[in-house]
């Protein structure tokens, strides 16, 4: 699966998706990290990647077409809990389920979302 994280996204996560075999892109060093959130976006669906973030921004491109939005909001992140939170969602859902779905993964909960466009 092709994934990707902005850059509150710990290492070891992108390192850990890295070993479960998708080809994930991390902004982080790069110039694109700390751009605006349109650049990001349109960089994820040029790549046809699941985006990965803690931007809760994103939310509002849920019903557009997209090959899916994870976004992890939690009252006092660490660098453990978002790393737990996001391999919790990629465990849960499988490579062909993500395009047109939204995750919020929050911490006791979670929202779903599935676009109506594809």
């Avoid at 349109?38 to 990647?49: C, E, V």
């Avoid at 939005?69 to 990629?90: E, N």
Wanted: aromatic share 6%.
């Amino acid at each position: 699966m092709i994934i990707l994280v902005d850059e509150n996204i710990p290492i070891r996560t992108v390192v850990a998706l890295r070993g479960q075999g998708h080809a994930v892109t991390d902004v982080r060093g790069t110039p694109a990290q700390g751009k605006q959130d349109d650049d990001l976006w349109a960089r994820a669906k040029t790549m046809r990647a699941l985006l990965i973030t803690t931007d809760k921004g994103f939310i509002v491109r849920s019903s557009e077409a997209h090959h899916g939005i994870l976004i992890i909001r939690l009252r006092k992140p660490t660098g453990f809990k978002i790393h737990d939170r996001v391999l919790r969602a990629m465990a849960r859902w499988a490579p062909r389920e993500w395009p047109g779905l939204t995750v919020v993964m929050r911490d006791r909960v979670q929202s779903v979302w599935r676009s109506k466009r594809k």
